[in-house]
């Protein structure tokens, strides 16, 4: 009887380390055909990507990737990567916190439509949180301006061009401040001249200013060269830009109609609530449901099939990131719980779970 428990028990281990194998494996699978679809511009490959590494699905977890991946969805155009992006932007989550970058993100995509994001911005600008310099605002609106009208592309490059001699003077101002910083400490530190020989002062005076005047001509040249690299990155950018543009004009034009499409249906549902009387409603608004999907990084197709296991479960992984004890935020975990309940009180009725 007891060898016969003991077969039963060790069968039913491999058949567990097995299935455990085979879903392993799976994940290894999917992670690798999706990188290999991100490393061709496949906006929704990188979004999945990094979805993945932020909450460690089929790969370790690291938010600096997840950032990254977001990054390129979102140049590509991917709205909910952009989200994402610009959530990483403004608490910090594996890459430098910038609450202004994440204000311009959160407005490109407020300008699409996105109601969620309206709080998001009326919250960073309450906070005194954002410091968007004029040249960087006029890039944003001439970059959408440009996706609606090929008239504006001129002005755009001009404005790139502005942003990128501001970001340079901040650059070479920064230098030139460190140099100021690093030659006041050498000469508190350096050891007081002979006062009697005038031969030696006079020397040592030459010398000083012969070593100066040369660390002076490196860092200009140094500058110089981080000029004219930075302009021609910058330059390769900027075509590689327009090229994806030229060839995305129909799937631009399509996104043009679709957003028409939503601010339409946006104020005809105004007019309909201005005109009827206001009732109590146990239901959260539509943007709370959609910022609740954000933040739980659903796509349309698991929205359509989320169930209350699937939901519990991601909640999981995502507490695992934001809660403060590990390297989240209180306001992120709050934000996070208000989700879930939002969430689940849609999910539940509709699966029949009392």
């Given at each position: 009887m007891t060898q016969l428990l003991y077969r039963?028990?060790?069968?039913?281990?491999?058949?567990?380390?097995?299935?455990?194998?085979?879903?392993?494996?799976?994940?290894?699978?999917?992670i690798a055909s999706l990188e290999q679809q991100a490393l061709l511009d496949d906006a929704d490959a990188q979004y999945q990507l990094g979805l993945a590494y932020e909450t460690g699905?089929?790969?370790?977890?690291?938010?600096?990737?997840?950032?990254?991946?977001?990054?390129?969805?979102?140049?590509?155009?991917?709205?909910?990567?952009?989200y994402n992006y610009a959530q990483a932007l403004e608490y910090g989550r594996g890459i430098t916190q910038n609450a202004s970058r994440a204000a311009l993100l959160y407005t490109k995509l407020a300008v699409s439509g996105d109601i969620s994001t309206y709080g998001k911005l009326a919250k960073l600008y309450r906070d005194n949180k954002v410091h968007i310099s004029a040249t960087d605002q006029a890039v944003l609106w001439y970059s959408l301006a440009a996706e609606q009208s090929t008239v504006f592309e001129a002005d755009l490059e001009y404005a790139l061009q502005q942003q990128f001699n501001e970001r340079q003077r901040r650059q070479i101002d920064a230098l030139q401040q460190q140099e100021e910083i690093t030659t006041a400490k050498t000469t508190l530190t350096a050891p007081s001249a002979p006062t009697n020989p005038q031969s030696n002062h006079r020397n040592t005076m030459q010398s000083n200013n012969s070593t100066m005047s040369w660390s002076t001509h490196f860092i200009y040249w140094a500058v110089l060269l981080l000029v004219v690299t930075v302009a021609g990155y910058y330059l390769m950018q900027f075509?590689?830009?327009?090229?994806?543009?030229?060839?995305?004009?129909?799937?631009?034009?399509?996104?043009?109609?679709?957003?028409?499409?939503?601010?339409?249906?946006?104020?005809?549902?105004?007019?309909?609530?201005?005109?009827?009387?206001?009732?109590?409603?146990?239901?959260?608004?539509?943007s709370a449901f959609e910022e609740a999907y954000l933040?739980?990084?659903?796509?349309?197709?698991?929205?359509?099939?989320?169930?209350?296991?699937?939901?519990?479960?991601?909640y999981k992984q995502l507490s695992r990131i934001f809660h403060p004890d590990i390297q989240g935020s209180e306001d992120e975990m709050k934000q996070l719980n208000i989700a879930f309940k939002t969430l689940m009180r849609h999910v539940k009725p509709s699966q029949k779970i009392h």
């Open positions: 039963t028990w060790s069968m039913t281990m491999r058949v567990i380390v097995l299935c455990a194998a085979l879903h392993t494996s799976a994940l290894a699978s999917a699905q089929g790969v370790q977890q690291d938010l600096s990737k997840a950032s990254h991946w977001y990054q390129q969805a979102s140049n590509n155009g991917h709205l909910n990567a952009t075509k590689r830009s327009l090229s994806l543009e030229r060839r995305g004009d129909q799937r631009l034009q399509d996104a043009f109609q679709a957003q028409q499409r939503t601010i339409a249906k946006l104020q005809h549902k105004l007019k309909v609530t201005q005109t009827t009387p206001k009732t109590m409603s146990t239901k959260p608004p539509s933040r739980f990084g659903f796509s349309a197709t698991q929205r359509n099939q989320l169930t209350p296991t699937l939901l519990k479960s991601r």
